[in-house]
């Protein structure tokens, strides 16, 4: 068995299809991770597109102190996982940072405007997001634990977290949560490590991605 896993305000949660894991990791892989372009097959070896349709991050976004919270939610622009023998053992996400709208799937409103520009995202500059699995490893049947490189604003950090993910007759559902510190991203406004005397306005550091993601043969 092997494993699998990617925005915000102020902390992102993105809503899980699926929940987080517990437990020992029994193996690992390191692999490769494929390109945003991938149709090889090799023996038991292939690659399932994503379903950009039923594919989803959803995020939630709030203060570091008190309840002022934003959700919503960002698509996925193409991708690809490899699968063996029924399981997971890597691929490659896009995200389209363009299309990030709130709960309500509002993108032309103050909060999305802002989450967009150089104090968050920098969308202009970065208009995708990307993550690679470089490797897999079971926690049980279908609860995995997930590394992978992140790629936000043209920074790249490795990562790692649970998801839960099924493979069966062709098509592959997963769904991963994913916690980082935006600052090693570059994403530092209202930070309490860059700014001082910020008080209750101080966003929180913390970014909690769920990540629903389903490819089809």
């Excluded at 069966?168 to 090693?184: E, M, P, S």
Aim: a negative charge.
């Amino acid at each position: 068995m092997h494993k699998i896993k990617s925005i915000s305000y102020f902390i992102i949660i993105i809503a899980p299809l699926f929940f987080s894991c517990s437990g020992p990791v029994k193996e690992k892989n390191n692999i490769n991770a494929p390109g945003s372009s991938l149709s090889l097959h090799h023996g038991n070896e292939k690659y399932v597109a994503i379903d950009t349709k039923e594919s989803v991050v959803t995020w939630k976004g709030s203060m570091l102190v008190g309840t002022n919270s934003h959700t919503g939610y960002v698509y996925l622009s193409k991708g690809e996982l490899l699968i063996e023998n029924d399981e997971l053992m890597g691929g490659a996400v896009e995200v389209d940072m363009k299309t990030i709208e709130d709960d309500a799937h509002g993108s032309d409103n103050n909060l999305i405007k802002h989450l967009k520009d150089p104090d968050f995202f920098d969308v202009q500059k970065f208009p995708f997001s990307t993550i690679a699995i470089t490797g897999t490893g079971s926690i049980t049947a279908e609860d995995k634990q997930i590394s992978g490189n992140l790629t936000i604003k043209g920074i790249t950090h490795p990562v790692t977290f649970p998801a839960k993910v099924e493979v069966k007759d062709g098509i592959v559902t997963a769904g991963g949560r994913l916690v980082i510190d935006r600052t090693d991203w570059g994403v530092r406004y209202k930070s309490g490590k860059f700014y001082d005397l910020l008080a209750d306005q101080t966003m929180s550091d913390s970014i909690e991605f769920n990540i629903k993601i389903v490819a089809k043969q």
